[in-house]
């Protein structure tokens, strides 16, 4: 006999119970009363304004989408404790707020519940994985294990490297011959941006099935090797589902510092510690020591460089419903502008058609901000013509906690925009 709906909202307000007992248990990171304010500016004195609250360490502020100029919203997350100082700094300079998530927490129970759920039942092949819910990282190992096992002869899991806290960097290659040139696809280098990971491990079943199936992708695959880095930050990750739901950085200690861990997509050796990027180790876009200080970061380097003829390489985050390519660095335009830009018109324009999303595209630093020592300009600049960073769902209405009835629609989406991008890779050759 089925349950009543009031006995179901008994039973998952008692796993929510249950879910914040175990997060206090286990020293979980906790939200409550966090709220994310979405700020709108005026004008360049507000943001001046808006920049020199994120000097105010004692204030806890996490920009989600950080100050840099009106035509951007700014959003932030703002403990409980602050609120009261940052609502009254607002209001008392006229700079206009809304708020855009009310209790964090909630939301992040919610997250919890459907993992919860959805781990009743373990899959045993990758045809049962549910893609519609969040993944530890044992579970996501677990699933490229499947996958190579199910797939023998198309695809192979290959070990670039490992984290600081030695955990494999697994990436999975997709290949019907030897010696091909490849396509690089990455997710999950800022480990809170769950809903790449989510869409990659979603990629790499597309890509398992429609080989000989869709005869798009078989031709690029006839073509082209297809590497895909799912979890590019396992430690971050990992943190994430036990610490920190909001953690972005690796998690390498810093010498002289009790602040942990770098940003992996300031660390590469482009204009390394330019405009953009920050000294401080506190900082979440801290750049690191020194160029490819960490070890996720030196292994991609690794990789490229050892491979040799990758033609195009694909930097998934979350979130803003971006399409960028070189340069962040730069307000120079990059050689090729003229046709990155009609490409990634190209793809946001396929992105659109099943639901709508809307993408913003252009250079790094004409779209959002200036920024240094991120992956896509040093692809680039090591002659991977086709080098582009996404930023998916959603505008910021959930941000980093984007409810997991999203993940397909968004990987759905996503992968349209990169089958344009891999198919005019391979046919305009270079």
């Known amino acids: 006999m089925p349950q009543s709906s009031s006995a ?21 990171k906790t939200f409550e009363g966090h709220q994310v304010l979405r700020i ?46 940052v609502k009254s700094f607002l209001k008392n300079n006229k700079i206009h707020y809304k708020i855009m998530i009310q209790d964090l927490q909630d939301l992040l129970d919610e997250e919890q519940q459907e993992m919860m ?21 044992d579970e996501i190992y677990s699933f490229i294990d499947m996958l190579v096992k199910e797939n023998p002869r198309l695809v192979s899991k290959i070990v670039i490297g490992q984290s ?28 809170r941006e769950w809903v790449t990971q989510a869409s990659g491990t979603w990629f790499a079943k597309m890509i398992a099935t429609s080989y000989n199936r869709d005869p798009a992708l078989t031709a690029i695959l006839n073509t082209f090797d297809i590497f895909l880095e799912i979890v590019t930050n396992p430690d971050g990750f990992q943190f ?25 997509n300031r660390n590469w050796d482009v204009n390394f510690g330019g405009p953009g990027s920050y000294n401080n180790p506190c900082d979440d876009r801290y750049y690191g020591p020194y160029a490819n200080s960490e070890s996720e970061v030196k292994a991609i380097v690794d990789f490229v460089k050892s491979h040799g003829k990758l033609k195009a390489f694909l930097s998934i985050h979350s979130y803003s419903q971006f399409l960028l390519y070189p340069y962040g660095y730069t307000s120079t335009p990059c ?96």
Not at 8 to 25: D, F, N, P
Not at 52 to 61: M, Q, V
Not at 121 to 134: L, W
């Open 117 to 137: 759920r959805s781990r009743a039942h373990q899959p045993k092949s990758t045809d049962g994985f549910n893609y519609s819910t969040y993944h530890t990282l």
């Open 40 to 85: 709108t500016a005026a004008n360049d004195v507000q943001i001046s304004l808006l920049k020199n609250l994120t000097d105010h360490e004692h204030l806890e502020l996490d920009f989600w989408r950080e100050p840099v100029h009106e035509s951007l919203p700014v959003d932030v997350r703002v403990p409980s404790t602050s609120l009261h100082r």
């Open 240 to 264: 994430t589902h036990t610490s920190d739901r909001l953690w972005r950085k690796t998690r390498k200690p810093n010498p002289g510092s009790s602040c942990i861990g770098v940003d992996p």
């Open 164 to 191: 600081y806290e030695r955990r494999p960097l697994n990436v999975l290659k997709f290949s019907t011959g030897s010696n091909r040139p490849g396509i690089w696809i990455d997710t999950g280098i800022h480990s």
């Open 335 to 430: 050689r090729d502008h003229a046709e990155l830009y009609n490409l990634a018109w190209k793809a946001v324009t396929a992105l659109s058609r099943p639901y709508g999303t809307r993408y913003r595209f252009g250079s790094i630093i004409n779209v959002i901000y200036q920024a240094s020592g991120s992956s896509v300009d040093w692809s680039y600049n090591q002659g991977i013509k086709y080098s582009y960073a996404f930023e998916l769902r959603d505008t910021g209405h959930f941000g980093f906690a984007l409810p997991a009835n999203q993940i397909i629609p968004t990987a759905y989406e996503t992968w349209l925009a990169l089958m344009v991008i891999m198919e005019h890779t391979k046919n305009n050759p270079y």
């Open 8 to 28: 179901t909202k008994g039973k998952m307000r008692k796993l929510l119970i249950l879910a914040s007992l175990i997060s206090a248990v286990l020293g979980r």
